[in-house]
């Protein structure tokens, strides 16, 4: 059974009482020519109070019935009676409603798309956890307000000498540049079916939605890796000019060795990166490959308890896979390399003008009384100081 609203004479019956209330504690004050004590003072402005907020609810109550008679009226030009207790909800929800709604979603323009605001973390929160750059902590800056943002950089220091007491210093200044982020949208949608959403259990609508996140990471991942450069692509680590080479793997390429390991560190090193921020990005197949390595005793090199869940790492610095790697690279005649990457991610910046953003619109797709659910996000990836990036190429299975 429906619960009816109270009726806008009940609430007029309501002020009446506080009116006459408040007349009582008035009345003896102005006879006796005093004022209120702090005790009448403080009921008064409790009644005061009670009456502003009969006053409101008598005032919404007067604008629904208003409503309420239009609908009657409505249904009685269509020929329908419609039910003894119809209101205008029958065709817009109501100011609670409405403020329900609003508590839960934000309107964005006209098209009854809405950004849930309180998943916004939590879909960039998946997102990281399966974007190998973005797990490995690169520097986040918002690119807020404008289509791309300029990020300074030293590109020499100035001279440092010795000198005799009271000797003048030399002058010297600093080489300055920047480099430039321009983020770059990604993105897709999709249609499914209300009855679908409606009916589904758990829920469709989240269950696509988190789809979406997962396939946007892997896209993103791609892109912050290995992207081209080109068109609307990122360009990625892998494809970044001027980096630090590795150790040669030979013409063809070769298998994996503990040396090229090693002295991937120590061309790194050599590169006077910050040792605390390096962090390793290789694919699925070369990690498998490190698990496998053994020393002249048939000791594995890399020591890990099976049993204990364990975040990879090589001497301290933590590994991160990233599939996004081919496995297909040409080097000499051999088609079938990949790369290792060791980063100080110190020097990676990854701009970021949207946040992996979910919307959901029910009129784009009116026709047809589907449900339309959109993701997109806006990044950019860049290295100020590229041989801060170690690349060891030609790594075969």
Same mark, same amino acid.
């Given at each position: ?19 006459? =209330? ?8 102005? @006879? ?6 702090? =005790? =009448? ?25 208003? %409503?309420?008679?239009?609908?009657? =009226? ?8 419609? +039910? ?23 309107? &964005? /323009? ?5 950004? +849930? ?27 807020? *307000?404008?289509?791309?943002?300029? !990020? +300074?950089?030293?590109?020499?220091? !100035? ?28 993105? @897709? ?16 609508? %989240? ?61 790194? %090193? ?31 090199? &890399? ?13 301290? *610095? ?33 701009? !970021? ?19 339309? !659910? ?13 041989? @801060?990036?170690?690349?060891?190429? /030609?790594?075969?299975?």
């Amino acid at each position: 059974m429906r619960r009816r609203r109270p009726s806008g004479s009940r609430y007029r019956q309501k002020r009446a009482g506080v009116r006459e =209330e408040q007349k009582r504690l008035l009345d003896p004050a102005i @006879a006796a020519k005093r004022d209120l004590t702090p =005790e =009448e003072q403080r009921t008064f402005d409790e009644l005061a109070a009670n009456f502003e907020g009969l006053t409101a609810s008598i005032s919404q109550v007067e604008r629904q019935e208003t %409503e309420d008679r239009a609908v009657a =009226e409505a249904f009685a030009r269509l020929g329908m009676s419609g +039910p003894a207790d119809q209101t205008s909800r029958t065709w817009l929800p109501g100011l609670s409603e409405y403020r329900d709604l609003r508590a839960e979603q934000r309107a &964005v /323009g006209t098209t009854g798309a809405f950004i +849930p605001v309180g998943n916004a973390a939590t879909y960039f929160d998946l997102l990281r956890k399966r974007t190998a750059v973005l797990a490995a902590g690169p520097v986040i800056i918002p690119v807020e *307000h404008n289509g791309s943002l300029k !990020v +300074p950089k030293v590109t020499s220091a !100035v001279t440092i000498a010795g000198k005799a007491e009271a000797a003048a210093l030399d002058a010297s200044d600093p080489t300055l540049d920047s480099i430039t982020l321009d983020p770059k949208k990604f993105g @897709a949608y999709t249609l499914v079916n209300r009855e679908a959403i409606e009916d589904s259990a758990p829920q469709l609508r %989240e269950v696509v939605a988190n789809s979406l996140v997962r396939d946007t990471a892997v896209e993103l991942d791609k892109q912050l890796v290995t992207g081209s450069g080109s068109g609307q692509n990122l360009r990625g680590l892998r494809n970044v000019s001027g980096v630090t080479a590795g150790p040669s793997t030979g013409t063809n390429g070769g298998s994996l060795t503990f040396a090229h390991l090693a002295d991937t560190l120590g061309a790194a %090193e050599g590169a006077d990166v910050d040792p605390e921020r390096l962090a390793w990005i290789m694919h699925s197949r070369t990690w498998a490959s490190v698990r496998k390595l053994a020393d002249s005793s048939s000791r594995p090199i &890399v020591s890990v308890d099976p049993t204990q869940g364990v975040h990879p790492t090589l001497w301290g *610095h933590p590994v991160f896979i990233s599939n996004s790697l081919s496995v297909a690279e040409t080097k000499g005649t051999s088609s079938d390399c990949t790369a290792i990457l060791l980063a100080d991610m110190s020097q990676v910046v990854v701009g !970021v003008a949207r946040e992996v953003e979910l919307t959901v619109s029910e009129d784009f797709a009116f026709d047809t009384d589907q449900v339309a !659910v959109r993701v997109t996000a806006r990044y950019d990836i860049g290295v100020p100081h590229p041989t @801060a990036v170690t690349i060891t190429e /030609g790594i075969r299975p």
